[in-house]
């Protein structure tokens, strides 16, 4: 018996025998639609945003934002703002029509009219044709968004000094003083102390830095026990020997931030 004798192979009609190249219809024949999605236009559309990637990207190196530093509770005087890309949204709440006793119209109603408007373009204009003067609805409406907010953009961000505020608000560094825990003061300061002042001497909600003032060890040992400003005297519950210690633990760390 021969080797295949008998074998029989079954075909499928719907299946071509010939394979063809994956080459996209021809869309002359239908006016408006003249390629394929894909790969033709799909690959336009990123190809497209490639290039405002690129350039945002250089944009945001050569000239990167300011950073603030962390937001402090207790500044009453901060005012905060939003990021870039809400300051249109915030500069909206300004005008008299959407704040005060119209706020939930300013941050419900115009937005959702707005955004809902974008959203509903496609379905409002769904007309054959792709190009702008065939869907003058769809096109209308995108470009009256643009430029709102480019508009309410340009208007929010050009009444603040962002370097000044960067600066003013700038992120406080790291202390680089070495706090010698080992220091006998340093015990005594933090029974006594760091509740207000910080483990670093860096100040904190209830005190100010103790880090680079300006006083005696005679004044600062009267302010520990006498108290200053906001501080309450008797703060200090110690023996005189501990009192010295503290105020020579305290007058090292300025000497070395002084250094």
Known sequence: MHKGKGMKFVGDSRIS????PNIPKDYSEYPGRTEAFWPNFL???WLVGAVFLVGF???TLAHPSPLEGVADPTDAAYIPL???YFLFLYELLKYDFASGPYI???ILVLP???FGGLLLAPFLDNGPGRRPHQRPIAVGMMLLGVASVIWLTYESASHVDWEARAEQNKPIPESEIEIDQEDPGYAIYENNCMTCHGEDLSGGPAGPS???IDRSADEIATIAQEGIATMPADQFTGSDEELDQLVEFIVSVNEQANE
């Open 210 to 212: 103790l880090t680079g």
């Open 104 to 106: 939930l119209f300013g």
């Open 43 to 45: 690959l336009k559309e």
């Open 112 to 114: 959702g009219l707005a």
């Open 82 to 84: 939003p990021d870039w």
């Open 17 to 20: 025998a010939e394979r063809k």
């Open 57 to 59: 990207m250089s944009l």
